[in-house]
């Protein structure tokens, strides 16, 4: 697996369907949901199946051999203030 690299979210949470089109680990909603049915994404190390599942940050969400996590929006932005 690739390094997860970190994804800003805004709120405490979001949906799994949600995040992967945020993290352009899809293109679209209708392309996440086939291959969360069929098993292809994996949270935190496990298969999901759950559209609807709710990450928080920390949660690292993987597909097809790319990995992204869920960060805080504005973690390790590099600024100063």
């Known amino acids: 697996m690739a390094e ?5 979210i805004r709120d405490e949470s979001i949906r799994l369907g949600q ?19 069929a098993g292809r994404v994996r949270v935190n190390d496990e298969v999901e ?13 993987q597909v097809a051999g ?3 996590r869920v960060a805080a ?6 600024l100063p203030w």
């Open 73 to 78: 929006e504005g973690a390790d932005d590099g």
């Open 19 to 37: 995040f992967l089109k945020l993290a352009n680990l899809v293109e679209s909603g209708s392309e996440a949901k086939p291959l969360i049915a």
């Open 49 to 61: 199946t759950r559209r609807g599942r709710q990450l928080v940050q920390g949660d690292v969400v």
């Open 66 to 68: 790319h990995a992204a």
């Open 4 to 8: 997860p690299y970190d994804v800003p």
